[in-house]
Nanobody, 112 residues
């Protein structure tokens, strides 16, 4: 089973940017889609978006004007580019490959 590992989180000021990575331990070529979620403190898991094997993306309305998703099948990695970050973007960000593969998460904190 391919393992997923997120990275790239950290502390950033409001209005700043971060790029998260989700690296797979093996080939992602066969993954029909890869997904991003986040969980804010005290809140439920929130869907952010996905990228298909052909590069088609879909993003939640709350982030679609600020976030982009991409994947590199050669590097076996998916990315989440986050711009114009807000304090409400604070949370743990997870990548997911259905049906049941999840990374361990990476913390993003947006604060001045």
């Amino acid at each position: 089973q391919v393992q997923l590992m997120e990275s790239g989180g950290g502390l950033v000021q409001p209005g700043g940017s971060l790029r998260l990575s989700c690296a797979a331990s093996g080939s992602i070529f066969s993954f029909d889609a890869m997904w991003w979620y986040r969980q804010a403190p005290g809140k439920q898991l929130e869907f952010l978006g996905y990228v298909t094997d052909t590069g088609t993306t879909s993003l939640a309305g709350s982030v679609k004007d600020r976030f982009t998703i991409s994947r590199d099948n050669v590097k076996n990695t998916m990315y989440l580019q986050m711009n114009s970050l807000k304090p409400e973007d604070t949370g743990v960000y997870y990548c997911h490959v259905p049906p049941g593969q999840w990374g361990q998460g990476t913390q993003v904190t947006v604060s001045s």
